[in-house]
């Protein structure tokens, strides 16, 4: 379920069964050198939280991607805007990302690191598999965390 009024309505009316929040964090680039690899990155999270969602629909919602620059403080921003996600309903939270540095933050959920692939010049048969391929590697993440209700 996305972050949309349609998906919300489903959601308030069956959250009992909607126990998990995946929030993808983006690390926008704006020097000339990275702005080709951070929007690569952003590409690979962003297609990765569809396949996902569409797997997982009845299960999880996600958020709206977190978008941080270089200069970001990233502990003050686990410190205060990541940290709302404590007071949340959902039993289950968990941060995607491409991003290595969120690894050694505390945050109020598992950190799901992904290298970024680029994608962009993939045929969509190529990009369909390796984005499953992905998701395999991630399932036993989200299954551990769900066994520990």
């Known amino acids: 379920m996305n972050w949309t009024g349609k998906d919300m309505d489903t959601y308030l009316q069956q959250k009992e069964y909607i126990?998990?929040?995946?929030?993808?964090?983006?690390?926008?680039?704006?020097?000339?050198?990275n702005m080709k690899t951070s929007a690569s990155s952003t590409e690979f999270v962003m297609q990765l939280?569809?396949?996902?969602?569409?797997?997982?629909?009845?299960?999880?919602?996600?958020?709206?991607?977190?978008s941080y620059t270089a200069s970001t403080d990233l502990a003050k921003m686990a410190e205060t805007t990541l940290s709302d996600f404590r007071r949340t309903s959902f039993k289950h939270v968990f941060f995607l990302?491409?991003?290595?540095?969120?690894?050694?933050?505390?945050?109020?959920?598992?950190v799901l690191w992904m290298p970024s692939i680029p994608l962009e010049s993939m045929e969509p048969s190529l990009r369909n598999s390796i984005l499953?391929?992905?998701l395999r590697q991630l399932l036993p993440k989200f299954t551990e965390q769900w066994s520990k209700q």
């Open 49 to 66: 939280s569809s396949l996902i969602e569409m797997q997982f629909k009845g299960r999880m919602m996600f958020s709206p991607p977190f």
């Open 19 to 33: 126990d998990t929040l995946v929030v993808p964090l983006v690390k926008v680039q704006l020097n000339m050198d």
């Open 97 to 110: 990302t491409t991003d290595h540095e969120w690894n050694e933050m505390d945050l109020p959920g598992q």
């Open 132 to 134: 499953e391929d992905q």
